[in-house]
């Protein structure tokens, strides 16, 4: 009888430890809960913006319908920035037809140095649907914007396209733009070159490794006020867009622009020149553009 309690008392105390065991691999599998990188963001401390004017708002105004023989009825876009304490733009809001509901966010967050470090892209539901890396040379200058999007699988995120900017001399910028979809080997490639007064004179655009553009842009400058001159954003994207990088790179604010093609290596221009309407108040800053933009500022300390 004894040796059959041991028995019994021993076989016990196995399945005990064997459930243990069990029970310990299990707790080890189950998922760790999973970090969203994007939002652990600790603020540096960057240097402080010089107060002064800084834009507000932009809305875009367009006909729903070109036949509408009712000229108030319009569709448009809304884009409202919000600034910190330190002058930064620290987010700002994408809103659709008549501007009524809630906005779709886009954060900025910066480097050590107050440079744009990265932009994270919000849906209404507060879904980081996408966000841009942004780095840098030793001169502080743009050198790689790297766009990742959402997966298929709503928790892992893929790069989607980067481009790569070089500076061959004081003149001239270059940018490699690759993408996806061409497997990240045939990248656009695109030159700006500039003028005596610091502006992007033009920008010539070329397929992957040919020799001969398929198309380009000459600008037009004038000495007033940029909308955006405080932004710090190295690029300004909406539906409709109208900060263009060549004027970002440049010291004017652009008022137009003759776009050409090629064909069989001759340039050909691609209709007449395009011009701004653009309205200016007292201090030099457009308020409005051909009718359909109209810009707000706010002064800030």
């Given at each position: ?38 939002k ?11 107060g ?15 036949l ?36 779709r ?29 942004f ?104 539906t ?62």
């Amino acid at each position: 009888m004894k040796t059959s309690y041991n028995s019994r008392k021993l076989t016990t105390i196995l399945l005990s430890l064997l459930l243990m065991g069990l029970f310990a691999a299990c707790k080890q599998e189950e998922p760790k809960p999973r970090i969203d990188y994007l939002k652990l963001y600790k603020e540096p401390n960057y240097p402080k913006k010089t107060g002064g004017r800084f834009l507000k708002s932009i809305a875009y105004q367009y006909p729903v319908d070109s036949l509408t023989p009712n000229p108030e009825l319009v569709d448009g876009i809304k884009v409202e920035f919000f600034y910190n304490k330190k002058n930064y733009v620290n987010y700002y809001k994408i809103y659709g037809t008549g501007a009524d509901h809630v906005g779709r966010q886009v954060r900025i967050e910066y480097n050590l140095t107050g440079l744009v470090s990265r932009i994270k892209y919000f849906d209404p539901d507060s879904t980081i649907t996408s966000f841009e890396l942004f780095e840098y040379n030793t001169l502080k200058k743009l050198s790689r914007i790297s766009r990742y999007d959402l997966a298929d699988d709503r928790v892992n995120y893929a790069l989607a396209s980067y481009n790569l900017f070089t500076y061959p001399n004081l003149e001239t910028i270059q940018e490699l733009r690759y993408v996806k979809i061409r497997q990240f080997d045939r990248p656009f490639r695109d030159i700006y070159a500039y003028d005596t007064i610091a502006n992007i004179r033009d920008k010539v655009d070329y397929e992957y490794d040919t020799k001969v553009p398929y198309a380009s842009t000459e600008f037009i400058y004038n000495a007033k006020k940029r909308p955006f001159e405080n932004l710090g954003l190295p690029v300004y994207e909406t539906t409709y867009d109208d900060f263009q990088l060549s004027e970002i790179f440049s010291k004017d604010h652009l008022i137009g622009f003759q776009a050409y093609t090629y064909e069989d290596s001759v340039k050909v221009k691609s209709g007449e020149a395009q011009s701004y309407e653009d309205v200016y108040d007292d201090l030099g800053y457009p308020v409005s553009r051909n009718g359909k933009i109209f810009y707000n500022y706010i002064d800030l300390e």
